[in-house]
C-alpha cells in the first residue's frame, strides 16, 4: 500500500503538469455485467510490457479494464491516448474508468489541473474519471472531508462538460469516526449525487469492520461501481484470489441493483502464485458464481 500511495502522489504531481435505475426495494441481482480488471493489479508487468499484458487480460476473459497512473506527459503507460485506445479495440476491451490523481487541485482549486486528466480519460471513451486516494492532510477532521466534497462537487461540474462522471475510490481511512459521523458518510452526504459517484472497495469496506449492505441501503444508487477483491483467510491485511478468501460476495451481489452496479471490477495487490492465474482464477469465480 504505501508503493501505491507513493505512485498516486507522483501521479499527482505529474499530472500537474444505458443508465441503470435504482430499485430500492428489488433483492435480486442486476443483470450480467462484463468483468473487468484494476490494471493496478499488473503494476509491475504493464510498465514493462502494456501491450502484452493487456492482450493477457483478454485472453483471461476480462471486457472492460481500469486504469491508473496516467499523466499528460507519459500518456498510458508510454503510450498516447489514441494508441492505447487502439491497444484495448484490438483486444476486444474497453475502459470505462480510470484512476486520476486530483490531490493537487483539491488543494488549490486550480480546475486547470484537471483539464489535461480529463481530456485523458474521454480520449478513450471513459464515463468516470475517479479520484483513487486522499492525501492524509486532506483527511484529518471533519471539516476536512466537507471540503474536499465541495471540492469534488467543483470537478464534477467540469467532469460533466465533457460528458464524465466524478467518482471516488475507497480505502479504509474514510471510515474514521467523527463523533457520531465519518469520513465516508460526510462525502456520500455533501457531494452531489446527481454528479458524484462512489466506486465501492468492498475488501477495505469490509475490513474496516463496515457492511456494504447497510451502505447500500442507505444511499441507494450511489455504488455504481465495485472493486471485488478477497480477503486473505489468514491476514486480512492482504488479498487473495476472488472466491478463496473470507469475503461472501454472493449476498453483496444480489443486492447490486439497489446499489446502482453498472461494472464489478476485480482488484488483487499481491500474489502468492503468478499474476496470470491469479485473475484468470478470479474472472472466472466473478463471471461463474455471481454475475
Request: aromatic letters at 10%.
Amino acid at each position: 500500500m504505501n508503493s501505491r500511495r507513493i505512485f498516486l502522489k507522483q501521479a499527482g504531481i505529474a499530472a500537474a503538469g444505458a443508465l441503470l435505475i435504482p430499485s430500492f426495494a428489488c433483492t435480486s441481482p442486476a443483470a450480467a455485467k462484463a468483468v473487468g480488471l484494476q490494471l493496478y493489479t499488473l503494476r509491475d508487468q504493464i510498465s514493462k510490457d502494456v501491450k502484452g499484458v493487456i492482450e493477457k487480460v483478454a485472453k483471461a476473459g476480462y471486457k472492460e479494464v481500469e486504469t491508473y497512473g496516467y499523466s499528460p506527459k507519459d500518456g498510458y503507460w508510454g503510450l498516447d491516448a489514441k494508441s492505447f485506445k487502439a491497444l484495448l479495440n484490438s483486444n476486444g476491451l474497453k475502459a470505462p474508468s480510470g484512476h486520476f490523481g486530483i490531490d493537487d487541485f483539491i488543494k488549490t482549486g486550480n480546475l486547470d489541473l484537471l483539464k489535461p486528466l480529463i481530456e485523458g480519460a474521454t480520449a478513450i471513451g471513459m464515463s468516470y474519471l475517479t479520484c483513487p486516494w486522499l492525501d492524509p492532510s486532506l483527511r484529518t477532521t471533519a471539516d476536512d472531508f466537507k471540503k474536499t466534497s465541495a471540492r469534488l462537487n467543483e470537478a464534477a461540474v467540469l467532469c460533466k462538460k465533457s460528458g464524465l462522471q466524478l467518482g471516488y475510490h475507497n480505502h479504509d481511512f474514510e471510515f474514521k469516526k467523527f463523533g457520531d459521523t465519518n469520513g465516508y458518510e460526510i462525502m456520500l452526504q455533501e457531494t452531489d449525487k446527481k454528479l458524484v459517484q462512489f466506486e465501492m472497495d468492498l475488501y477495505w469496506v469490509v475490513r474496516s469492520g463496515n457492511d456494504p449492505l447497510a451502505l447500500f441501503a442507505k444511499h441507494p444508487g450511489r455504488f455504481p461501481m465495485w472493486h471485488v477483491k478477497d480477503m486473505d483467510k489468514t491476514n486480512n491485511g492482504i488479498n487473495t484470489e476472488v472466491g478463496t478468501g473470507t469475503i461472501d460476495f454472493k449476498p453483496i451481489y444480489k443486492q447490486a441493483k439497489q446499489a446502482g452496479l453498472k461494472h464489478l471490477i476485480v482488484e488483487q495487490e499481491n500474489f502468492s502464485i503468478d499474476p496470470f492465474v491469479s485473475i484468470k482464477q478470479s474472472f472466472d469465480y466473478v463471471n461463474r458464481e455471481l454475475i
